[in-house]
């Protein structure tokens, strides 16, 4: 699917079912997690040559932004928030006490809102060969997935220079046990990919 088209729908969730960014010149993929600048990359991935669909050929280099949990659970929970509805406190209640809906959990790999998501369950599946933390970037010395980060790097300063800085809402200790309990995995990948 070209940019322009996914742009149109990016809010079907269906397009996003195991589909990556691919540019098939470069032979390189870019696993969209949501909440880790996949609304950025959508913007300049047709300057970069990418579309997006199922990942048919293994010999293609991946890549992916990834975030420190504790950085990412903020824009999670107040996008939850704002599309279901629902406050903080119902969000962290509903990630406490699930209402299971089979749909939901093969789909989205949780049963209330696929934003909340860890980064593992986008990865799965998929061979990356660089990750990138979305918070500091750096270059990887591929020149190809190099300008995407520089173009990741202006796009995310200039569109919100300080992220989570306007997010206000108080999460407590048991919350944060929770929510480390939910995520530890993604606190494991943070820690191995990210030097």
Request: with cysteine.
């Amino acid at each position: 699917m070209h940019p322009k088209d996914v742009k149109l729908v990016e809010s079907n969730y269906d397009i996003w079912r195991d589909t990556v960014w691919i540019n098939h010149v470069n032979k390189k993929f870019f696993v969209p997690i949501w909440r880790n600048g996949s609304t950025t990359f959508t913007n300049i991935a047709e300057k970069h040559g990418y579309v997006l669909e199922k990942l048919r050929d293994p010999s293609y280099e991946g890549y992916a932004f990834i975030r420190d949990p504790v950085l990412r659970i903020k824009g999670q929970l107040s996008v939850t928030s704002r599309l279901q509805n629902m406050t903080i406190n119902e969000i962290l209640e509903s990630m406490k006490n699930p209402i299971t809906n089979k749909s939901n959990l093969e789909l989205f790999k949780h049963n209330l809102d696929p934003h909340l998501r860890t980064q593992c369950s986008f990865l799965e599946g998929y061979n990356i060969k660089y990750y990138r933390n979305l918070d500091n970037l750096k270059h990887t010395g591929d020149p190809h997935i190099d300008s995407v980060i520089d173009s990741m790097m202006i796009k995310e300063l200039r569109a919100n220079p300080n992220p989570g800085q306007d997010l206000k809402f108080l999460i407590l200790r048991q919350d944060w046990e929770l929510i480390e309990e939910i995520y530890k995995e993604d606190h494991i990948l943070f820690k191995e990919k990210i030097r």
